[in-house]
């Protein structure tokens, strides 16, 4: 059974940095794309970053590209969000979210699996 | 970027019923668009991929239609755990954009 559990949420001020982890088990963690996706409080949904299978190439929505870092460690099966610089925008249940295709080209594709969420809130 | 609407963004229906979702990208996606369930307490679902290729494990009740900007989620006969949010995405291109969901509601 694929499994994605998040970590690392919290309340953190304006300006401060918090980093996220997700912790994948279920599927070899190392042939598949991952990504971040975001959603604010009663609003719709965010993609926020992708990052392909080994590791290369990263890909990053306008509203948080120089401020975030999407990363990961397929040794230890677990993905991460680096989140620099953080708005009160940023505020949201992050979700941690596996793509569709088996070593997909250009992590370009759907999101098959995703975690249950962990709640960053940005506020002063 | 492609911008999704999604319509209607309400929806109230009784079990037994059939329903539609529309989907409409502001240009050709191909058929590169994907359908989500969303519940309370529960992770978000895909059910169904590349227009109208269904997820395993989604009822054969959900189906999807549609390809270049016009796209269509309908669910036949309603049952109980049907009513949820459901939001198209679609990934053509970067960055990959979701629709703002419709909410299916018991009438």
């Known amino acids: 059974e694929v499994q994605l559990v998040e970590s690392g949420g919290g309340l953190v001020q304006p300006g401060r940095s918090l980093k996220l982890s997700c912790a994948a088990s279920?599927?070899?963690?190392?042939?598949?794309?991952m990504a971040w996706v975001r959603q604010a409080p009663t609003k719709g949904l965010e993609w926020v970053a992708s990052?392909?299978?080994?590791?290369?190439?990263?890909h990053y929505g306008d509203s948080v590209k120089g401020r975030f870092t999407i990363s990961r460690d397929n040794a230890k099966s677990t993905l991460y969000l680096q989140m620099d610089s953080l708005r009160s925008e940023d505020t949201a249940t992050y979700y941690c979210?596996?793509?569709?295709?088996?070593?997909?080209?250009?992590?370009?594709?759907?999101?098959?699996?995703w975690g249950q969420g962990t709640l960053v809130t940005v506020s002063s | 970027d492609v911008q999704m609407t999604q319509s209607p963004s309400y929806l109230a229906a009784s079990p037994g019923e059939s329903v539609s979702i529309s989907c409409k990208a502001s240009?050709?996606?191909?058929?590169?668009l994907a359908w989500y369930q969303e519940k309370p307490g529960k992770a978000n679902k895909l059910l169904i991929h590349?227009?109208?290729t269904l997820q395993s494990g989604t009822p054969s009740r959900f189906s999807g239609s549609g390809s270049g900007t016009d796209f269509t989620l309908t669910i036949r006969s309603l049952e109980s755990e049907d009513f949820a949010v459901y939001y198209c995405?679609?990934?053509?291109?970067?960055?990959?954009?979701f629709g703002s969901g419709t909410k299916l509601e018991i009438k």
């Open positions: 979210a596996r793509h569709g295709r088996w070593r997909g080209i250009r992590a370009r594709d759907w999101f098959a699996y």
């Open positions: 279920g599927f070899t963690f190392s042939d598949y794309n």
């Open positions: 990052i392909s299978y080994g590791g290369s190439n990263t």
């Open positions: 240009k050709s996606i191909s058929n590169n």
């Open positions: 590349s227009g109208s």
């Open positions: 995405q679609q990934y053509n291109e970067y960055p990959l954009t």
